[in-house]
């Protein structure tokens, strides 16, 4: 239905000098689509008003709303070419004045949970990067045709975001920061198994696929939910964090497109919050999350956390720990590296692990799951509260190198799914118990005894880094030693 006017929307950023990237086709497809969205919204809650003979306050001002300056309309329903504004004149109004008016929503908001605080979050965050006002208008119009009104066409505008979102993450090196493939998050939400009345949370969010794909696992059967359930569901189950800009507007246009209204998206630096400072208040049911692997924190946030390390991923894992209620269920992607990194930080937080979760599944991924990145990952499938008994291991072999042409796909997870759920052996799985682990290295390298080992070499990378971090933790523990003499 709306699939060629996304190409065709393309098509006139591709020519748009202010846009060079996919990331700059995305952002700016994003802000329009959202302010579209708005617009289809309040005409819908202004009908319900009419309906129950209520007035309706619009979140949008009259001079301001899409129908007043995007797309004026003529009697007959077609564009108003004498109204609509083109050219300098477009551009001229749209950066002046609307997004001035639009970013001034964050303070006059009533809180941080709100549509209207969640509109000035996201125009503070982006720029209007169209230099051709002809250009902007030609994608105002393509715009315009699409409608947000029936389940079905926002499902369908989901999809086809939810591409986009893809293609922009395949494009750069570090695509994994904004897109985690979605049939290895369904699989994961599968193993975890969120329900109604729990909360969820990702403090990685990007561009919320795990939230997303939340809401549809759990609203899969929507006609049989309640109306109390929906309410829930769209106010109280789901949460996230994300500290780009970017990733942020992506993650609550994703959010809205999946048909939630308001998402609980805080644009913040999770890391910098002190995990001492996490009250039970706090805590969630359920945390799915694929948080940032590769890069490195500054000492002072590395203060937040009673592990200290420079490496992102395994900050935020002691963050993730430390949000889950006693009993509560976790799937979290991670560099395969952290299951035999031999500095102090990775052994310590795999003894934190093991000592204070029950660490029930490790899923191997192969290389080339996620395009760009370049590393290796598995995901850590643990609930909090009792020590590890026995693991698990599950790895996956899709019989064929993964890669752009040929991507991950729900049946390659099948298998996993379907054993996990009894935790079989089979060729591919196996499981050991916790107590023949090593208590000096904690190595939980993942070693299928059910087939000839094949030596992996490691990445080059993974090893200078290895070696970087264990200078550094040397030095650390010189310059201590000389303070003491």
């Known amino acids: 239905m709306f699939e060629q006017t996304f190409k065709n929307i393309d098509d006139v950023l591709w020519k748009e000098a202010g846009c060079t990237t996919e990331l700059d086709y995305t952002e700016q497809t994003s802000w329009m689509l959202f302010l579209k969205y708005l617009d289809d919204l309040e005409k819908e809650r202004e009908l319900e008003a009419e ?10 001002g009259k001079p301001h709303r899409w129908s007043k300056w995007a797309a004026p309309k003529t009697k007959k329903g077609t564009l108003d070419h004498d109204r609509a504004l083109t050219g300098p004149d477009l551009i001229d109004y749209v950066d002046r004045e609307l997004f001035p008016y ?18 000035g979050e996201i125009f503070n965050e982006i720029e209007n990067k169209f230099r051709s006002g002809y250009s902007l208008r030609d994608a105002l119009e393509l715009v315009d045709a699409l409608s947000f009104r029936s389940q079905a066409e926002r499902h369908e505008l989901s999809a086809l975001y939810e591409d986009k979102i893809r293609r922009m993450g395949n494009a750069g090196r570090n695509g994994g920061e904004y897109y985690t493939p979605r049939p290895l998050i369904r699989a994961m939400i599968e193993v975890v198994k969120p329900q109604i009345g729990e909360r969820i949370y990702d403090g990685a969010c990007g561009s919320a696929g795990f939230l997303c794909e939340s809401f549809e696992y759990m609203t899969r059967d929507r006609d049989a939910l309640s109306t109390k359930a929906m309410q829930v569901l769209q106010e109280k189950t789901f949460f996230g964090k994300e500290k780009k800009s970017l990733a942020y507007v992506l993650g609550v246009m994703n959010m809205i497109l999946h048909g939630i209204e308001a998402p609980n998206i805080v644009h913040t ?10 009250q039970d208040k706090d805590r969630f049911d359920v945390v799915l999350a694929n948080p940032p692997f590769g890069g490195k924190e500054r000492p002072e946030v590395q203060q937040n956390f009673p592990i200290k390390t420079g490496e992102t991923a395994f900050l935020f894992l002691q963050h993730f720990i430390k949000s889950l209620k006693a009993g509560g269920r976790a799937g979290i992607v991670i560099k395969n590296t952290f299951l035999s990194n031999t500095d102090n930080a990775s052994v310590a937080l795999r003894k934190e692990l093991l000592e204070n979760c029950n660490l029930h599944t490790v899923l191997d991924m192969p290389g080339g799951t996620f395009q760009g990145a370049g590393v290796k990952t598995v995901v850590l499938f643990f609930e909090k509260g009792a020590p590890t008994r026995e693991i698990w291991f599950y790895k996956l072999d899709p019989g064929r190198n993964m890669g752009k042409t040929n991507p991950l796909n729900d049946d390659d997870l099948k298998d996993l799914v379907e054993l996990q759920a009894t935790f079989e052996d089979s060729d591919n799985s196996w499981t050991i118990e916790a107590k023949s682990i090593n208590k000096a290295t904690y190595d939980l390298s993942v070693k299928n005894p059910n087939k000839a080992e094949e030596t992996e070499l490691r990445d080059p990378k993974d090893i200078i880094a290895e070696m970087v971090a264990l200078d550094t933790e040397s030095a650390e523990i010189l310059a201590g030693i000389g303070k003491m003499l």
Do not use: M, Q, V, W
């Open 51 to 60: 309906l129950r003979g209520k007035p309706y306050t619009a979140i949008i």
């Open 102 to 119: 639009l970013k001034g929503f964050r303070t006059r908001a009533a809180g941080p949970n709100t549509i209207e605080y969640k509109i």
């Open 269 to 278: 630096n999770t890391l910098a919050e002190n995990i001492s400072d996490i």
